[in-house]
């Protein structure tokens, strides 16, 4: 929440060092800026892909916090029959999936890292090479003014696609949150006596025979 207001800054701050760009290097940065719309739908994939997986991996962690409960409230009747190997059998497997999905967030997040600290210097070169190959002198005045200006544009353009991804995990847990406190209650089974019935008792067995 307290980045909250990148969303609409980072889009100024775009635009601004992008027109700075277009004073000190002319049209050649237009090169740059169709990098960054391929480089966008690229990050775009990944970020989608990454939610997708940290749902799965929700879900499987869930799956396993149940068992793990059901097993501990449930423990002296798998240990009086035995059931130690099913269940543990079944917890590892749950936990080998959950491995594997977080296993994939990590894969898919650092190629998504790498993407978004690279993105910038793919930009910077792609504009100065361009400059360079329409017949411009690179002096250090310019090269240098456009390294600061890309240098600067680096963070709008890291903290956005972060901001979005951080903006649908949360929307991820407010749905979660929302699934479970909309969840019906428990309904009370016992049926209790209307009021003003003669019998006082709530329970009442006659000729009962109990044996252990």
Not at 82 to 107: H, M, Y
Not at 169 to 191: I, N, P, Q
Request: glycine content about 6%.
């Amino acid at each position: 929440a307290g980045s909250i207001h990148t969303l609409w800054d980072g889009f100024f701050q775009v635009f601004g060092y992008v027109s700075l760009l277009l004073y000190y290097l002319g049209p050649s940065v237009f090169a740059g800026i169709a990098a960054m719309l391929v480089i966008i739908p690229l990050n775009a994939y990944f970020l989608k892909r990454l939610s997708k997986l940290r749902s799965a991996n929700l879900s499987m962690t869930d799956e396993r916090v149940k068992l793990t409960n059901e097993v501990f409230q449930g423990v002296r009747a798998i240990k009086s029959y035995s059931w130690e190997g099913p269940f543990v059998d079944q917890l590892v497997k749950i936990r080998a999936e959950e491995i594997r999905t977080l296993k994939a967030c990590a894969n898919v997040r650092a190629i998504l890292v790498s993407m978004l600290s690279a993105s910038p210097s793919i930009v910077s070169v792609v504009t100065l090479g361009l400059y360079a190959l329409l017949g411009n002198t690179l002096t250090p005045v310019k090269v240098f003014t456009a390294l600061a200006l890309f240098n600067q544009l680096r963070f709008p353009l890291i903290f956005l696609p972060i901001l979005l991804n951080n903006l649908t995990e949360g929307k991820l847990s407010l749905e979660r949150l929302h699934k479970f406190f909309s969840a019906d209650e428990v309904e009370s089974y016992v049926e209790r006596l209307p009021k003003g019935h003669s019998s006082k008792v709530a329970i009442s067995i006659t000729g009962g025979l109990f044996e252990w």
